[in-house]
């Protein structure tokens, strides 16, 4: 059964029919960021090593199926029906979909309901970017609105801490630290935690100096940085004019005093000895 073939003028290998019994990947980007996807667009993303410093993760020839990956979902409002471009994880008529892998980009298109898409997986050089292109790739005859989403999920994988294991380089260790931040979900001591316990400063500092703010807040609530560590931030801060961050951290330091009881200024939780 054939699958798909080459196009010799465009440089494309086509595979018309996306249902390919193994994974048919292409790689994606020549630099510092990377990517394998496949045919479906199931994949993954690394910085500089796939095997240390994976972004997302992936499971190829796994079960349910390669999964995750770098989806882009449509619905239409006025039937409630809803697809995705590259066929899954949403599935439907095989006749809808096909795949080009070119050099160092992939081309996803579907036609379904009357309305034509595509999607590109590319890697610009010179950047540490993924980009989804869909410049005007929606056709359809009538008037219709569509909604899209991509998904845009927190990083959390179990091979997390077993690549920050393996990181011996103090800056390579500081990035990936931040790059994981979003992912913190309250999880006991693992080596990536017990890090960023005891780089907390360090790490808090590069957030503002990066204007990470999402990041920054997350990283509050972890409740790794100490009292002291808390009044060193809110000083550069507050030199810097970054009077945002200087803000949050007033908050933070706020909502983690103590408050009163309401038998005086006792400790929270604290019994009375009644003789």
């Known amino acids: 059964?054939?699958?798909?073939?080459?196009?010799?003028?465009?440089?494309?290998?086509?595979?018309?029919?996306?249902?390919?019994?193994?994974?048919?990947?292409?790689?994606?980007?020549?630099e510092e960021l990377c990517a394998v996807v496949n045919h479906t667009a199931?994949?993954?993303?690394?910085?500089?090593?796939?095997?240390?410093?994976?972004?997302?993760?992936?499971?190829?020839?796994?079960?349910p199926a390669d999964r995750p990956g770098h989806y882009l979902y449509l619905r239409d409002d006025e039937t409630g029906e809803y697809w995705s471009v590259s066929w899954q994880p949403c599935g439907g008529d095989l006749r809808d979909y096909r795949c080009r892998h070119g050099l160092s980009y992939s081309v996803?298109?579907?036609g379904r309901g009357g309305i034509r898409a595509a999607q590109t997986l590319l890697i610009p050089r010179g950047e540490r970017t993924e980009l989804f292109l869909i410049p005007g790739s929606l056709r359809r005859s009538a008037a219709c609105h569509l909604e899209m989403a991509w998904n845009g999920g927190g990083i959390?994988?179990?091979?997390?801490?077993?690549?920050?294991r393996e990181i011996t380089d103090p800056e390579e260790r500081l990035e990936f630290a931040r790059q994981g931040i979003l992912r913190l979900k309250g999880e006991e001591d693992t080596p990536y935690t017990?890090?960023?316990?005891?780089?907390?400063?360090?790490?808090?500092?590069?957030?503002?100096?990066?204007?990470?703010?999402?990041?920054?807040?997350?990283f509050?609530?972890?409740r790794y940085l100490s009292e002291a560590a808390l009044a060193k931030l809110l000083k550069m801060?507050?030199?810097?004019?970054?009077?945002?961050y200087s803000a949050y951290i007033l908050k933070y330091?706020?909502?983690?005093?103590?408050?009163?009881?309401?038998?005086?200024?006792?400790?929270?939780?604290?019994?009375?000895?009644?003789?």
């Open 220 to 222: 509050l609530e972890e």
């Open 1 to 30: 059964m054939q699958y798909g073939h080459f196009d010799p003028q465009k440089r494309e290998y086509i595979i018309d029919r996306v249902d390919v019994p193994v994974s048919w990947t292409n790689y994606l980007g020549v």
């Open 108 to 110: 996803y298109e579907c």
């Open 237 to 244: 801060t507050n030199k810097a004019g970054l009077t945002t």
């Open 156 to 164: 959390d994988y179990e091979e997390y801490d077993a690549c920050f």
């Open 253 to 275: 330091q706020n909502e983690k005093r103590p408050r009163d009881t309401k038998a005086g200024k006792g400790i929270p939780g604290q019994r009375k000895l009644v003789l």
């Open 42 to 63: 199931g994949g993954y993303l690394f910085y500089k090593s796939p095997e240390h410093h994976r972004i997302t993760r992936f499971r190829p020839n796994g079960v």
């Open 194 to 218: 017990t890090y960023m316990k005891h780089s907390a400063l360090k790490i808090a500092s590069s957030l503002v100096e990066g204007r990470k703010e999402e990041e920054f807040l997350a």
